[in-house]
């Protein structure tokens, strides 16, 4: 029997489909279970394998700019900036941004415009991770389940081979004795 015909036998009595109709993930579930191999793969491992330079980026970019240690650095880094613009330099005559700080406004202008869609690609990402986790996890839930009902069949097998036995044990008594 070729390995082909192996895979459509298996998956017409394990799912009631011919292999060549299964989805991929099922494609992988019941060659698994023909090569008695293991199923799981990490999902993790699989994003960061299919993710390009620029997603990567994208999620650091993300990390970073939505954690606490941003905000509040970035809330020093203005009020130094407004503090010393209206203060300080005002003094010595050498503000270069005086209230109402435009050149700062056109800064965090330009810093929402690039940091968004960074954060919004990030957030794609994680997206297609969570796709691909949900993905590995029908995978591994499917293969339990299959399984499960092979082993059931398998137990159910051996069941009606003992009831079988007994039903002959008993068949042969009742020869003995003469009971009809």
């Keep these: 029997m070729n390995a082909g015909t192996h895979f459509n036998d298996l998956s017409l009595r394990l799912l009631g489909r011919a292999f060549d109709q299964l989805d991929p993930e099922e494609v992988r579930v019941v060659q698994a279970i023909a090569a008695r191999a293991p199923s799981s793969r990490d ?3 699989i994003g960061d394998a299919q993710a390009s330079t620029g997603d990567r980026l994208a999620d650091r970019v993300a990390a970073v700019g939505g954690s606490w240690g941003f905000i509040i650095v970035f809330t ?9 613009n209206s203060e300080v330099l005002q003094r ?3 503000a270069f941004d005086p209230y109402p700080f435009i050149f700062l406004n056109l800064m965090l202008s330009t810093l929402a415009a690039v940091q968004a869609p960074i954060i919004m690609m990030s957030q794609n990402r994680q997206s297609a991770k ?8 029908y995978e ?12 059931h069949e398998k137990l159910d097998q051996m069941r009606i081979g003992e009831l079988a036995a007994k039903v002959e044990e008993l068949c042969a008594r009742m020869d003995k004795k003469g009971i009809s």
């Design 43 to 45: 999902a993790a491992d």
């Design 92 to 94: 010595f005559g050498l």
């Design 76 to 84: 020093l880094v203005l009020l130094g900036w407004m503090l010393l």
């Design 140 to 151: 591994i839930n499917l293969r339990a389940e299959l399984e499960i009902m092979r082993l």
């Design 130 to 137: 969570d796709r691909l986790t949900a993905s590995v996890d």
